[in-house]
């Protein structure tokens, strides 16, 4: 019997119908489009305003999507993981609320939180029970719903991010799919990119919630610099390792954080930009949701067996590259 790779066999996504504007953003704090077109290429983002709504309901559209294409049936789904950093409790996951709203009554699941390389964390750690024989059909979820996280008056960060899901299936394949990764990370960035309460380390109090602790924090030049030499570095090595060039790579998924890191990326690789996929403008930074979300936008470009390079950098700090065959 043959190696058994881990193929993705469809894909999804759903981002909420609001949309937050650059322009309604200016009413809210010191900003304007312009500057925030500039320096980050983001020009309008979806926001999830619907009460009692939370990151399970986003992961649940883009999972009934999904099972509709690739004529799955809910009760075929055997695991179901979601990336996340919004998950709708502190426990229980949100992958088993995401498993009995979808119907997944055979199905078990758990969150991994690795910020903005969740899908990327979540992925690989799905190939793995593939590989090994013991699933067949498995949900992979990247889903945020930054908004609940985020101070509306700091203009550092709400500029930024918004609510989105994105989900693939997972199913073994003969052929090669999910070929090579390099997954990396590094507690101490913490320091430069985090939500100060909320944990165990600093429950809520009146205290902190006056005081907005249970919102992101970034230091945005801090960050950059990182995640630029991480995602950069990580794709040179997964590369290097499969004998490939920069023309052996069909596409460069790179998280969508900002246009700016995006191309330094690129140009760090010398990686031509016509090749790089960018939906940033429509979105902004979704976290866990935006590289699924640009396999989905970008869906009717991919031919069988293109060669698609996926990298993240989220806070904590996380990253990595995954180097695909597209498998249809």
């Known amino acids: 019997m043959g190696k058994k790779y881990a193929a993705i066999t469809g894909v999804s996504g759903y981002v909420p119908e609001d949309v937050l504007t650059n322009k309604d ?175 165990s380390l600093n429950p809520a109090t009146i205290e902190t919630v006056q005081n907005k602790e249970h919102a992101v924090y970034q230091e945005g030049r801090v960050v950059f610099k990182y995640a630029v030499k991480g995602m950069a570095d990580t794709i040179a090595q997964v590369m290097e390792r499969n004998g490939l060039s920069n023309d052996d790579i069909d596409w460069l998924i790179p998280h969508q954080a900002n246009k700016r890191i995006i191309y330094s990326v690129a140009d760090q690789l010398d990686f031509p930009h016509e090749k790089v996929l960018v939906n940033i403008e429509n979105y902004g930074n979704t976290t866990a949701a935006t590289i699924p979300l640009v396999l989905r936008d970008f869906e009717d470009k991919f031919k069988k067996g293109d060669k698609i390079m996926l990298t993240a950098f989220g806070g904590g700090f996380t990253w990595g590259s995954v180097l695909i065959e597209w498998s249809y």
């Open 25 to 199: 953003l200016e009413k809210m704090v010191e900003t304007n489009d312009e500057w925030i077109v500039s320096r980050t290429g983001i020009k309008q983002r979806h926001i999830l305003k619907e009460p009692g709504k939370a990151t399970s309901d986003m992961c649940l559209e883009a999972a009934k999507q999904l099972l509709e294409k690739t004529n799955t049936r809910p009760e075929e789904i055997e695991l179901v993981i979601v990336g996340t950093v919004t998950a709708d409790f502190v426990f229980p996951d949100t992958a088993n609320i995401l498993a009995s709203k979808l119907g997944a009554v055979n199905a078990y699941g758990f969150d991994v939180n690795a910020a903005c390389s969740g899908f990327l964390f979540s992925l690989i750690t799905a190939s793995k029970f593939i590989e090994a024989g013991t699933h067949k059909k498995i949900l992979v979820c990247g889903a945020d719903k930054m908004s609940s996280i985020l101070n509306y008056e700091d203009r550092t960060t709400c500029i930024l991010f918004g609510d989105g899901a994105g989900a693939v299936l997972l199913e073994p394949s003969d052929k090669p799919g999910i070929t090579d990764a390099i997954l990396k990370g590094d507690g101490s960035g913490a320091e430069y990119l985090h939500m100060k309460a909320g944990g």
